[in-house]
């Protein structure tokens, strides 16, 4: 059926074979119980939102390109550098965390320097990775997650660069090889 021109898919459309399931969930098993380790081991936040899109794409094989370390940690490092300068130059210093926890946080300074961070921070990354053909979109999320302040300054910077570096390593150094070898690597991604 087309709807808007979009042709969903129903069950009839494919057999039945989990094969791809259970691969993407080996995948993120094996990605997020690394992570996991390391910040439990280092108390600190190797495990955030945008690793989530970023992890999908790489365990469905849903977009190949989004695989490559340069588009992964690339975009996932334009993001935090776009976030950072966004927060520093317009974010007035507060916390989403802050702001969102006060009773009736309507048009408030604080709220409007978030949401011209955040906004700062999309022009920044969107922009810089079209020039950069880094194109990973879930770093879009990673860009929000420091101009909200959520996560912030340099040692939050490099946390967020170097768990994207380690679930990019993990899933092309060790899962991708052991996928193949034991053939459990995702064969059709999704339309």
Same mark, same amino acid.
């Given at each position: 059926?087309a709807?808007w021109g979009?042709?969903?898919?129903t069950?009839?459309?494919?057999s039945?074979?989990?094969?791809?399931? &259970?691969?993407?969930?080996?995948?993120?098993?094996?990605?997020?119980?690394?992570?996991?380790?390391?910040?439990l081991?280092?108390g600190?936040?190797?495990?955030f /939102?945008?690793l989530?899109?970023?992890?999908? *794409?790489?365990?469905?094989?849903?977009?190949?390109r989004?695989?490559?370390?340069?588009?992964?940690?690339?975009?996932h490092?334009?993001?935090?550098?776009?976030?950072?300068?966004? &927060?520093?130059?317009?974010g007035g210093?507060?916390s #989403?965390?802050?702001?969102?926890?006060?009773?009736?946080?309507?048009?408030?300074?604080?709220?409007?320097?978030?949401?011209?961070?955040?906004?700062v921070?999309?022009? *920044?990354?969107?922009?810089?990775?079209?020039v950069?053909?880094?194109n990973?979109?879930?770093?879009c999320?990673?860009? *929000?997650?420091v101009?909200?302040?959520l996560?912030?300054?340099l040692e939050? #910077?490099?946390?967020i660069v170097?768990?994207?570096?380690?679930?990019?390593?993990?899933?092309?150094?060790?899962?991708? /090889?052991?996928?193949?070898?034991?053939?459990?690597? /995702?064969?059709?991604?999704?339309?």
């Amino acid at each position: 059926m087309a709807v808007w021109g979009v042709r969903s898919r129903t069950l009839s459309d494919r057999s039945l074979d989990l094969r791809d399931e &259970y691969s993407a969930a080996l995948n993120t098993f094996f990605h997020f119980t690394v992570l996991g380790i390391i910040t439990l081991a280092t108390g600190r936040p190797f495990l955030f /939102p945008s690793l989530g899109p970023s992890a999908y *794409l790489m365990a469905t094989g849903e977009q190949p390109r989004a695989e490559g370390a340069y588009h992964v940690i690339g975009g996932h490092t334009i993001a935090v550098v776009a976030g950072l300068i966004a &927060y520093a130059v317009v974010g007035g210093g507060v916390s #989403a965390y802050v702001v969102f926890d006060r009773p009736d946080p309507a048009f408030s300074v604080e709220l409007l320097h978030l949401a011209a961070s955040a906004t700062v921070a999309m022009i *920044l990354t969107t922009t810089a990775m079209l020039v950069t053909n880094t194109n990973h979109a879930a770093a879009c999320a990673t860009t *929000l997650i420091v101009a909200l302040g959520l996560m912030g300054g340099l040692e939050d #910077a490099v946390i967020i660069v170097v768990a994207v570096a380690i679930l990019w390593v993990i899933h092309d150094r060790v899962i991708e /090889p052991l996928a193949k070898y034991y053939g459990f690597e /995702p064969e059709d991604a999704r339309e």
